[in-house]
């Protein structure tokens, strides 16, 4: 089983304000403040306290019982040598004391059985948590690098921006000295505005992935935070090795014990058709008095020492039923588990065909961003010298932009892909 070791920073005065928040930092601040990671600890404190032989019947019971009865009675006896009593509101006292112990000796093997499931329960809720721990960083990691990618498209804006704002200077000057008209003025100013726009939009579009982080870190939703990163992809990544660290998946694992516990319930439900076997032991302690009677004073007390043999010879076929159903339950453990295998497989490989592609765009992409703005200058510099129109200005900036945000959307996919990949085989890291 992977170990997880969680280094937990402590962000009450973490002040972001004064510092970017690097992807390191918001993993440890999520594993600190997770809800869902403090379930899966309670989780596995709940199975730890119960993986324990008394939970599962085989220590002794031990009881103690005390009764003390004060009453009053009307005594009319006729004894054999002829007297005669007659007593109205006597008093009495009834007082009993025990102390029992009873100890399984045998039956059907039910408790071996039960502590087993047991110790398995406790094994799947840690690998519950550790699956919640994986999700938990994937999550992370995957808006992280939104916030990212979505800023990365805000520089390509602002480069058009830029570029706007030249040609509007241009035109602007060259209306002055009569050498183009107010349509191509105002025309750049529409132009400028439009992408100013586009910018608000897409700060809109920051802001709330920001928010999906900060959620996601349980953090105040309106935190200010700086994220200063790029998107670097893992490009070593094979399908071969990750179809064989498939199993290494936690939910995979915990799917596979939960067949084993199944099974320790088939033995568990069937032990209940096997004759019972207890030693029983205690003190009993019995004083009776009253104030008029045959006996006016009744006291007995010792040790007493015995087996009980309980033997299960019908109730209606409940057990044989139980059974059954238990054997049924393990057959859909094992289909479960399959379906689970069946899917991350699948998932695997989606991901992986999606990373390849990605990568294999993304090369092309980098020339043509760069193609891209060298065209953009080219045609900004023909527009200055009046060879270039508007419209052949506009369409270069459109290419440039287009370009760009093709060339993060890549990049974000095929990192989105490897992440997924690392998840589904359990090798994140940060």
């Known amino acids: 089983m992977k170990k997880v070791f969680i280094i937990l920073f402590f962000v009450s005065n973490y002040s972001f304000a004064q510092q970017s928040l690097h992807l390191g930092d918001a993993i440890n601040i999520a594993l600190k403040n997770s809800y869902d990671i403090e379930v899966a600890k309670n989780n596995v404190r709940i199975n730890s306290i119960n993986n324990n032989y008394g939970v599962a019947g085989g220590l002794p ?17 006729k004894l054999s040598d002829g007297e005669n009593i007659n007593r109205s509101a006597a008093t009495g006292n009834n007082t009993t004391a025990s102390v029992t112990g009873s100890l399984l000796l045998y039956n059907g093997m039910r408790v071996v059985a039960t502590k087993k499931r ?12 550790n699956a919640t721990i994986e999700n938990t960083i994937a999550t992370v990691m995957t808006q992280y690098y939104d916030v990212v990618r979505q800023q990365s498209y805000l520089q390509t804006l602002d480069t ?3 570029i706007a704002k030249r040609q509007l200077d241009i035109v602007t000057t060259q209306v002055r000295v009569g050498l183009a008209n107010n349509a191509d003025l105002f025309q750049s100013q529409l132009d400028l505005n439009a992408l100013i726009q586009q910018k608000q939009s897409q700060q809109l579009i920051i802001d709330q992935a920001k928010t999906s982080l900060l959620t996601t870190l349980t953090l105040k939703p309106d935190s200010v935070i700086a994220i200063a990163d ?14 064989n660290n498939i199993y290494r998946s936690p939910d995979i694992s915990a799917a596979g014990m939960q067949v084993t ?5 088939e033995k568990e439900t069937a032990a209940q058709r096997y004759p019972s076997v207890y030693a029983n032991t205690g003190y009993n302690y019995n004083r009776s008095q009253a104030a008029a009677g045959n006996i006016l004073l009744n006291q007995n007390y010792g040790p007493y020492v015995g087996l009980t043999l309980n033997i299960p010879i019908y109730n209606g076929s409940i057990y044989k039923r139980q059974q ?3 054997e049924i339950n393990t057959t859909n453990a094992r289909l479960q588990q399959d379906i689970l295998v069946r899917d991350n497989t699948s998932n695997a490989v989606k991901n992986y065909q999606a990373y390849q592609n990605s990568l294999q765009q993304l090369q092309t992409q980098k020339e043509n961003y760069a193609l891209a703005k060298q065209l953009l200058d080219l045609v900004l510099l023909k527009f200055q010298l009046r060879v270039a129109t508007i419209v052949d200005l506009r369409n270069a900036a459109e290419s440039f932009e287009n370009a760009g945000y093709l060339l993060v959307n ?5 990192k989105a892909a490897e992440i997924e990949m690392k998840r589904l085989t359990y090798q994140l890291s940060f």
């Open 160 to 162: 058009s921006i830029a």
């Open 230 to 243: 790029t998107i670097i992809v893992d490009s070593s990544i094979m399908l071969e090795d990750v179809m």
């Open 410 to 414: 890549l990049s974000y996919a095929a």
């Open 118 to 129: 047991l110790e398995e329960l406790e094994k799947q809720n840690q690998e519950y948590l």
């Open 324 to 326: 059954r159903v238990a």
């Open 261 to 265: 516990i199944n099974q320790l319930l």
């Open 61 to 77: 019971l031990v009881t103690g019982a005390l009764s003390d009865r004060e009453q009053v009675t009307d005594v009319n006896q």
